[in-house]
């Protein structure tokens, strides 16, 4: 299992644009993803879980990958967040 985490930088949060295309990065590998924020679980392939988490900027998210291709799916995971949130 790897983890990370990460503080949102965007000045408008998790918002739809970036969601969706964080989600579209999730779900193109076969690991499970989760994020979670303030004790709060969410699949990271849910367009609805992530949007429900109401990220602000300033927040910080735990992002959790776990599966066969988890070293690859967090390390682009983690390069997406930075390069866009």
Avoid: C, W
Wanted: proline share 2%; hydrophobic share 45%; aromatic share 8%.
């Amino acid at each position: 299992m790897k983890e990370f985490k990460y503080v949102i930088t965007d000045p408008e949060g998790i918002h739809a644009r970036p969601a969706g295309e964080f989600v579209k990065a999730a779900a193109s590998f076969a690991s499970d993803v989760k994020i979670t924020k303030d004790g709060k679980t969410v699949s990271a392939k849910k367009i609805f879980g992530v949007m429900g988490l109401a990220v602000k900027k300033g927040q910080e998210i735990t992002v959790t990958v776990e599966g066969e291709d988890e070293e690859a799916a967090a390390a682009k995971l983690e390069e997406f967040l930075k390069a866009n949130l």
